[in-house]
C-alpha cells in the first residue's frame, strides 16, 4: 500500500482525461489508486471505488484508511457499474481489463448511468468491442490514446453522450476506424504504429499455419479475411 500514491504511466493517462471536481466512480478499483491520487493532487470531490470480490473490496478499503480518506471514498461491493445510482457520479473510469469484459460492463450496468457521465476506459486488448459498445449506445468518441508501458501497449477511449463526430460516414471505413481507432489512425503515434505491425506479423505467422492445412471452403475464406486484415493493417502504419 502506498502513503502518498503514484501511478504508473498507463494510469497517468487516464487520470489526465477526469474532469477538474469531478465525482468519480473507479470501478474494478485496484487498491483505490486512482481515486487516493486524484484526492491526494486536488483532481476530484470525491470518489466511489467498486469492486466485485471481496479480496480486492477489502484491499482498497485499508488503503484509503492508510490515507485517511474514508471521509471522501466510498468502497462499496459489488458487479461493475451496480455499485452506483443514476445521477450519482460525473465520471466513470474502467482501466485494466479486455474490451469485451469493459463492453460487457458497460451494457449491463447501462440503467445506472444516468447519461451525463464521462467515461475514461482502458482496455488491455479488444479495444473495437468497447468502440462498438460506445457507438451503439449514443455515446460521442472525445478523444483516444495510446501508450507504452513496460512493453506492453494500452489504449485509452473517453466518451461522452451526444453526436458521434470522430467516425467517417462511410459505412466499411467506419468498421476499420472501430477496430484500429479513428483518432487513433489518424495520428499514427509510435506506439501505435509497433502495436499493430507486430499484430500484422502475429497473423502473417497465422496464415503461413493455415496455409498447410487442408483446402476447405471454410478455410479459404478464413484465409481471405486474415489476408484483407493485414492488408489494412499495412495500411495503417505507413
Not at 467498486?50 to 485499508?62: I, T
Not at 474514508?70 to 482501466?95: H, N, Q, Y
Not at 469485451?100 to 482502458?122: D, F, M, P, V, W
Not at 503515434?189 to 499484430?199: L, Y
Amino acid at each position: 500500500m502506498q502513503t502518498n500514491v503514484i501511478l504508473d504511466q498507463r494510469l497517468q493517462k487516464v487520470v489526465s482525461y477526469i474532469p477538474q471536481g469531478a465525482v468519480l466512480a473507479d470501478i474494478g478499483s485496484d487498491h483505490a489508486f486512482v481515486p487516493c491520487y486524484c484526492l491526494q493532487q486536488n483532481l476530484i470531490e470525491r470518489a466511489i471505488a467498486g469492486e466485485v470480490n471481496v479480496g480486492p473490496m477489502e484491499a482498497a478499503q485499508g488503503q484509503v484508511a492508510l490515507v485517511q480518506l474514508e471521509d471522501k471514498i466510498d468502497v462499496r461491493l459489488g458487479s461493475g457499474l451496480t455499485v452506483l445510482t443514476p445521477g450519482e457520479v460525473t465520471a466513470v473510469t474502467i482501466a485494466g481489463m479486455g474490451g469485451t469484459l469493459i463492453a460487457s460492463i458497460l451494457e449491463e450496468g447501462k440503467n445506472h448511468l444516468s447519461g451525463e457521465e464521462r467515461l475514461i476506459l482502458q482496455p488491455n486488448v479488444d479495444a473495437v468491442d468497447v468502440r462498438k459498445w460506445l457507438l451503439a449506445n449514443g455515446y460521442a468518441l472525445l478523444s483516444e490514446a495510446i501508450v507504452k508501458e513496460n512493453e506492453k501497449i494500452y489504449e485509452i477511449l473517453v466518451a461522452e453522450k451526444g453526436e458521434e463526430s470522430l467516425y467517417s460516414d462511410d459505412s466499411e471505413q467506419r468498421d476499420w476506424e472501430l477496430y484500429f481507432g479513428p483518432q487513433l489512425t489518424r495520428e499514427k503515434a509510435p506506439a501505435f504504429i509497433e502495436k499493430w505491425q507486430t499484430e500484422q506479423q502475429k497473423r502473417q505467422y497465422i496464415l503461413e499455419q493455415m496455409q498447410r492445412g487442408n483446402d476447405s471452403d471454410v478455410l479459404q475464406e478464413k484465409m481471405a479475411n486474415i489476408e484483407r486484415l493485414i492488408e489494412k493493417m499495412k495500411e495503417v502504419t505507413n
